[in-house]
């Protein structure tokens, strides 16, 4: 259930992403300043703590939908389907921890002014 769920969530987080990402790139022919502006406010660190999210849902997403392919695909996924979905979350942390430390690093930097 949980792997359902958390697979349509990361889903629509992901296709809103890329809705914003579209229409803030199209700012640069339209109004170049407004693009700016836009793209001034990603240098916030609340953006980077987004970021940071944006990335565990993209993963999460990723290493789900493989799992759900395999369990399509195979009797034997099918039948280590839980086992499978533990796994997902396991790559997951190990991806995250991965991640989370340098964007850590990068909004302390921010934060900071880059000391």
Do not use: C
Not at 61 to 70: M, W
Not at 83 to 100: A, K, N, S
Not at 103 to 114: C, D, K, N, P, R
């Amino acid at each position: 259930m949980w792997s359902w769920v958390l697979h349509r969530i990361t889903g629509i987080a992901i296709f809103f992403f890329l809705l914003v990402h579209v229409l803030d790139t199209a700012l640069i022919r339209v109004a170049p300043d407004a693009y700016d502006a836009v793209i001034g406010t990603y240098k916030n660190p609340i953006m980077g703590v987004g970021e940071i999210a944006l990335v565990g849902a993209i993963v999460y997403h990723a290493f789900n939908g493989l799992r759900i392919i395999l369990v399509d695909l195979s009797r034997w996924a099918a039948k280590y389907e839980r086992q499978l979905w533990w796994g997902v979350i396991g790559l997951w942390v190990v991806t995250m921890l991965g991640f989370v430390p340098r964007q850590l690093m990068v909004i302390v930097a921010e934060i900071t002014g880059g000391h």
